[in-house]
């Protein structure tokens, strides 16, 4: 028996077919298709991954106002870290918060460089997903003022 809700109505990827209620999956699945990105292999593989990791950080700097501002923060953060007096444990907390939110910021603009490419129409879908975005952005922000509070209070009282 399938344990799908009763408005949720599975379909077959091959043919948009409704799937019959006895089957939670169809019998076969067609072949997944395959990037042709994703033929490099080995020690060339990682190299390509160097380069487009070193691509997305100057695409984020050139066309995230957020990630530029966020970065000259973290950047500020980590000196700051550095200098205090604090052990290496918490400095290395302050500084691991610190790049969280780059992370995070970076995974929220790939999320609405999707969003845009499938349409640049308004649409709730498209506004939830960059709205849970900038909410993960948030969360990680707020983390991070947490973190440094709780090590400051720690080290100056």
Same mark, same amino acid.
């Given at each position: ?18 799937? $019959? ?22 020690? $060339? ?81 498209? $506004? ?30």
């Amino acid at each position: 028996m399938c344990h799908f809700p009763v408005s949720f109505q599975p379909y077959h990827a091959s043919c948009l077919t409704p799937l $019959k209620k006895e089957f939670c999956m169809p019998e076969q699945n067609p072949p997944q298709q395959i990037s042709e990105f994703k033929s490099k292999s080995g020690i $060339k593989r990682i190299f390509s991954a160097f380069s487009y990791s070193l691509d997305g950080f100057k695409t984020a700097w050139k066309l995230e106002q957020s990630f530029r501002q966020e970065l000259v923060l973290v950047i500020f953060g980590v000196v700051v870290a550095l200098i205090l007096p604090v052990s290496v444990y918490q400095k290395l907390m302050l500084i691991v918060v610190l790049l969280f939110i780059l992370i995070v910021e970076l995974i929220n603009s790939a999320i609405e460089a999707v969003v845009d490419r499938v349409s640049l129409e308004r649409h709730d879908l498209s $506004k939830n997903a960059k709205d849970f975005g900038s909410a993960a952005v948030l969360l990680t922000f707020m983390i991070a003022v947490a973190t440094w509070v709780v090590v400051l209070h720690e080290r100056f009282s």
